[in-house]
């Protein structure tokens, strides 16, 4: 049976990841950085698209698995009549070249083994040149040259390669091992990469070590602490240590919708969750982390304010070209498999509201901030102050017409009012006047367009009934309290967007076809919309309901703590890209949110008829 998206777990070395089944398959990982081409592509077609299988030769899903505790550190076991065997799979922190280490364990009995790689560069698509070496067997194509080395104590080890793959057959018994060394060097280099040398259990030890160490900074001490380490463990994992971005997922063209084509690269780093990030670091306590992903932004958006760019490489670059391929069919015959991500040329008012968000909380934090910083502020609202009306694609990023998407109009008041705070804490107050003339405006004219009085809630865009689970956003970001009645109507109102005990993020109404997007197929519930419910309702008062939404999407994470972008409450299963940077910081802001004691609740008398004023 073809794995689905949750039966696989993460492993990383904070500049790239790989995908690992129950079933002891790799089948993603790119190779050297996230970005990069997949060298391993089983996950978005067969086996003949690359993948590398360690498990019991009468394989099977596991019997178990599970991370070492505060580590990213995966132990998988199976369990059979000839005996038990554990398979250890990890990424060290990276300090040359990148390499993934499966060591092999005998527990009991006698288990036979086979170690199958299969290599096909460029997506997928090249299969190499492979020859023996002394430290290895060596795969090349193009600029790319992947290392196996093979280190232990079982009594047979038999190796043969070929161009197709590269087999290493053996036999496991209790107390005896094996570890198998992959590794990544360019091309034209001739001597094998060091890690082919460092023995598999000091490359485990200073792995595990590591994770423990840096879990032990985690401030988090309430219910749920075994979610949010994870979360956050997770979060480290998609980070590239060197720039301090951190990509959305590690993944590409995992579907939204099974067999439709609602298939995106999230390989990059979206200013969209800035703020959120840098929140959910400094409440955890990474405080070295917050300063990393702010340096990295503030790298990334320098230059002309009119080419702010709503998504960047891990680098901070900005040519992201999308292209399809054909040659891969795709997760569940999911198609296109896209790489790249034309969202870079869309128009997104609301990246302005995040990154002065992102700034003002920096600056509130104490995070030393960029000489120049007070320059990009006025430059970034001299901007917006001239555009903050035009209609843009949105939060979601709809590839359909550009609209007066009220999230997007909230965020620009966001952006007037953080400027303002900057300027009194840095004293600085040369624009007050216009910015604050601004903010006014924009408040105003959110609450007359976007608010729909018979439903009793602001709606997704100027003039549409539909409702959109970023209102939900608000009262978090200050544009009016949680006690207000609009917000509480607002609140309410989400039920409309209920499946099954989760939030979608927008109406599902359209038919075959999506109204807003314009794309065919219906998507599942977002995990973070329904995280972001489970903070309204608390911050409204219903703290039970609250905890009863947060703990429906605690169960539905898989069986490692991984949750993808979507859940699929029909169906049963995690959809998108995973695992998903956006779910895991939702999940740890909501389990911060739902430890604070409640407020005393005070209430207003609903708006006039005619609207709120």
């Given at each position: 049976?073809?794995?689905?998206?949750?039966?696989?777990?993460?492993?990383?070395?904070?500049?790239?990841?790989?995908?690992?089944?129950?079933?002891?398959?790799?089948?993603?990982?790119?190779?050297?950085?996230?970005?990069?081409?997949?060298?391993?592509?089983?996950?978005?077609?067969?086996?003949?698209?690359?993948?590398?299988?360690?498990a019991p030769v009468a394989r099977g899903p596991c019997t178990?698995?599970?991370?070492?505790?505060?580590?990213?550190?995966?132990?998988?076991?199976?369990?059979?009549?000839?005996?038990?065997?554990?398979?250890?799979?990890?990424?060290?922190?990276?300090?040359?070249?990148?390499?993934?280490?499966?060591?092999?364990?005998?527990?009991?009995?006698?288990?036979?083994?086979?170690?199958?790689?299969?290599?096909?560069?460029?997506?997928?698509?090249?299969?190499?040149?492979?020859?023996?070496?002394?430290?290895?067997?060596?795969?090349?194509?193009?600029?790319?040259?992947?290392?196996?080395?093979?280190?232990?104590?079982?009594?047979?080890?038999?190796?043969?390669?070929?161009?197709?793959?590269?087999?290493?057959?053996?036999?496991?018994?209790?107390?005896?091992?094996?570890?198998?060394?992959?590794?990544?060097?360019?091309?034209?280099?001739?001597?094998?990469?060091?890690?082919?040398?460092?023995?598999?259990?000091?490359?485990?030890?200073?792995?595990?070590?590591?994770?423990?160490?840096?879990?032990?900074?985690?401030?988090?001490?309430?219910?749920?602490?075994?979610?949010?380490?994870?979360s956050l463990i997770t979060l480290k994992a998609l980070t590239?240590?060197?720039?301090?971005?951190?990509?959305?997922?590690?993944?590409?063209?995992?579907?939204?919708?099974?067999?439709?084509?609602?298939?995106?690269?999230?390989?990059?780093?979206?200013?969209?969750?800035?703020?959120?990030?840098?929140?959910?670091?400094?409440?955890?306590?990474?405080?070295?982390?917050?300063?990393?992903?702010?340096?990295?932004?503030?790298?990334?958006?320098?230059?002309?304010?009119?080419?702010?760019?709503?998504?960047?490489?891990?680098?901070?670059?900005?040519?992201?070209?999308?292209?399809?391929?054909?040659?891969?069919?795709?997760?569940?015959?999911?198609?296109?498999?896209?790489?790249?991500?034309?969202?870079?040329?869309?128009?997104?008012?609301?990246?302005?509201?995040?990154?002065?968000?992102?700034?003002?909380?920096?600056?509130?934090?104490?995070?030393?901030?960029?000489?120049?910083?007070?320059?990009?502020?006025?430059?970034?609202?001299?901007?917006?102050?001239?555009?903050?009306?035009?209609?843009?694609?949105?939060?979601?990023?709809?590839?359909?017409?550009?609209?007066?998407?009220?999230?997007?109009?909230?965020?620009?008041?966001?952006?007037?009012?953080?400027?303002?705070?900057?300027?009194?804490?840095?004293?600085?107050?040369?624009?007050?006047?216009?910015?604050?003339?601004?903010?006014?405006?924009?408040?105003?004219?959110?609450?007359?367009?976007?608010?729909?009085?018979?439903?009793?809630?602001?709606?997704?865009?100027?003039?549409?009934?539909?409702?959109?689970?970023?209102?939900?956003?608000?009262?978090?970001?200050?544009?009016?309290?949680?006690?207000?009645?609009?917000?509480?109507?607002?609140?309410?109102?989400?039920?409309?967007?209920?499946?099954?005990?989760?939030?979608?993020?927008?109406?599902?109404?359209?038919?075959?076809?999506?109204?807003?997007?314009?794309?065919?197929?219906?998507?599942?519930?977002?995990?973070?919309?329904?995280?972001?419910?489970?903070?309204?309702?608390?911050?409204?008062?219903?703290?039970?309901?609250?905890?009863?939404?947060?703990?429906?999407?605690?169960?539905?994470?898989?069986?490692?703590?991984?949750?993808?972008?979507?859940?699929?409450?029909?169906?049963?299963?995690?959809?998108?890209?995973?695992?998903?940077?956006?779910?895991?910081?939702?999940?740890?802001?909501?389990?911060?949110?739902?430890?604070?004691?409640?407020?005393?609740?005070?209430?207003?008398?609903?708006?006039?008829?005619?609207?709120?004023?």
């Open positions: 049976m073809k794995p689905r998206i949750e039966d696989y777990a993460l492993v990383s070395d904070l500049e790239t990841a790989a995908m690992v089944g129950r079933d002891g398959s790799i089948d993603w990982l790119c190779l050297p950085r996230f970005d990069s081409p997949a060298c391993l592509a089983a996950l978005l077609g067969t086996g003949d698209n690359g993948f590398w299988r360690v178990r698995r599970a991370y070492r505790p505060d580590t990213l550190v995966l132990e998988t076991v199976w369990e059979g009549a000839g005996g038990t065997v554990r398979v250890t799979d990890f990424m060290p922190p990276r300090t040359e070249a990148p390499c993934l280490v499966r060591l092999v364990e005998g527990l009991s009995g006698t288990v036979h083994m086979r170690s199958d790689l299969r290599l096909r560069f460029h997506q997928g698509r090249v299969v190499p040149w492979v020859r023996t070496a002394d430290a290895g067997t060596v795969a090349v194509a193009g600029p790319d040259a992947v290392w196996l080395g093979v280190e232990g104590t079982v009594d047979t080890a038999d190796r043969t390669g070929s161009t197709d793959s590269t087999v290493v057959d053996f036999t496991v018994q209790a107390g005896r091992r094996l570890a198998l060394t992959l590794a990544w060097s360019p091309s034209h280099l001739t001597e094998p990469p060091a890690a082919l040398f460092v023995p598999a259990e000091t490359a485990g030890k200073e792995t595990r070590d590591f994770w423990r160490r840096w879990t032990a900074q985690c401030r988090y001490e309430g219910p749920w602490r075994e979610a949010v380490v994870r590239y240590a060197p720039t301090g971005g951190i990509v959305a997922a590690p993944t590409t063209s995992l579907p939204g919708c099974i067999g439709g084509e609602r298939n995106w690269d999230h390989r990059f780093c979206w200013l969209r969750d800035s703020t959120l990030t840098l929140s959910c670091l400094l409440h955890s306590g990474y405080r070295e982390e917050a300063t990393a992903w702010l340096d990295w932004l503030v790298r990334a958006i320098a230059g002309d304010p009119t080419d702010l760019q709503t998504v960047y490489g891990v680098g901070g670059q900005r040519l992201l070209r999308e292209v399809e391929a054909p040659w891969l069919p795709g997760f569940e015959s999911s198609q296109p498999v896209r790489f790249g991500n034309s969202a870079v040329n869309q128009f997104q008012l609301d990246v302005y509201g995040e990154v002065l968000d992102t700034l003002c909380l920096s600056l509130r934090a104490g995070i030393p901030m960029p000489a120049r910083v007070w320059g990009l502020v006025e430059t970034l609202m001299g901007h917006l102050r001239l555009s903050w009306r035009r209609p843009d694609q949105g939060l979601w990023q709809v590839r359909g017409p550009r609209r007066q998407f009220v999230h997007s109009k909230v965020m620009a008041w966001v952006a007037a009012d953080r400027a303002l705070r900057m300027g009194r804490l840095l004293g600085r107050n040369e624009f007050s006047g216009e910015w604050h003339a601004m903010r006014e405006e924009v408040h105003r004219e959110v609450c007359a367009q976007g608010w729909d009085a018979r439903q009793g809630s602001f709606v997704q865009s100027y003039g549409s009934p539909a409702l959109d689970a970023s209102a939900l956003l608000i009262p978090r970001l200050g544009f009016l309290p949680a006690r207000d009645a609009r917000v509480r109507g607002t609140v309410r109102a989400m039920r409309q967007l209920d499946c099954e005990g989760f939030l979608r993020r927008y109406d599902p109404a359209g038919g075959d076809v999506h109204d807003v997007d314009g794309l065919p197929g219906r998507e599942g519930t977002f995990v973070a919309c329904s995280l972001w419910y489970a903070d309204a309702l608390a911050a409204t008062g219903d703290r039970a309901r609250a905890r009863e939404v947060f703990e429906r999407v605690l169960a539905v994470r898989n069986d490692v703590g991984l949750l993808a972008e979507q859940w699929d409450p029909v169906a049963g299963r995690q959809l998108g890209n995973f695992p998903q940077a956006f779910s895991h910081i939702a999940l740890v802001e909501t389990a911060f949110a739902l430890a604070r004691p409640p407020r005393p609740a005070v209430h207003r008398a609903p708006p006039r008829a005619g609207g709120p004023r």
